[in-house]
T-cell receptor, first 112, second 113 residues
Framework: GQSLEQPSEVTAVEGAIVQINCTYQ??????LSWYQQHDGGAPTFLSY????GLEETGRFSSFLSRSDSYGYLLLQELQMKDSASYFC?????????????FGGGTRVLVKP | NAGVMQNPRHLVRRRGQEARLRCSPM?????VYWYRQLPEEGLKFMVY????????ESGMPKERFSAEFPKEGPSILRIQQVVRGDSAAYFC???????????FGPGTRLLVL
């Protein structure tokens, strides 16, 4: 089986830093992806960690530690437009193609 | 290069009717995935298709739901005899062979009255 756990909601002010954790129980997977979804919108790919360590993409960074079954998404210099839901997703070893299992999502609310 | 296209964007059906959701993958993408999202929840995998083949339908309900990706034309997710519990957003995603990233369409929001 496979499950990914995330906090349900995080609130922060503009300019702050937010870390969204994703812990997982899985029999094995290729890597951890992160997606952003605004209300009423489509999920948009943010980053992917295939190996342990930190991946940096502008204001967003993602980290993976397989030994700890843990990853996180780091949002820096928060802006109002970052208010959205963020999902971690994993692709199981045993799955054909790129089938993804998603966490329940973390709703980030950025306040002025 | 157009992104993943889905239509209709919104669909209203009465209980017992059929719903047909269409998805055109990004140009050059041969893998199509369908996901369902209930309000305030994450996306749940339904089915993975390549041209003319269903590769993995482990997330698809056994009854009333079917999917296809014909040689020509869009992928179709078909829901027969819809019930209120089918009300959700249905997202299609596509990817290239061997690539990790999936690109999502805008979704079809199905409302069953």
């Amino acid at each position: 089986g496979q499950s990914l756990e995330q906090p349900s909601e995080v609130t922060a002010v503009e300019g702050a830093i937010v870390q969204i954790n994703c812990t997982y129980q899985t029999s094995g997977f290729y890597g951890l992806s992160w997606y952003q979804q605004h209300d009423g919108g489509a999920p948009t790919f943010l980053s992917y960690n295939g190996l342990d360590g930190l991946e940096e993409t502008g204001r967003f960074s993602s980290f993976l530690s397989r030994s700890d079954s843990y990853g996180y998404l780091l949002l820096q210099e928060l802006q109002m437009k970052d208010s959205a839901s963020y999902f971690c997703a994993a692709r199981p070893f045993k799955a054909a193609g790129n089938k993804l299992t998603f966490g329940g999502g973390t709703r980030v609310l950025v306040k002025p | 290069n157009a992104g993943v296209m889905q239509n209709p964007r919104h669909l209203v059906r009465r209980r017992g009717q059929e719903a047909r959701l269409r998805c055109s993958p990004m140009k050059g993408h041969s893998h199509v995935y369908w996901y369902r999202q209930l309000p305030e929840e994450g996306l749940k995998f339904m089915v993975y298709l390549q041209k003319e083949n269903i590769i993995d339908e482990s997330g698809m309900p056994k009854e009333r739901f079917s999917a296809e990706f014909p040689k020509e034309g869009p992928s179709i997710l078909r829901i027969q005899q819809v019930v209120r519990g089918d009300s959700a957003a249905y997202f299609c995603a596509s990817s290239q062979q061997g690539q990790e990233t999936q690109y999502f369409g805008p979704g079809t929001r199905l409302l069953v009255l």
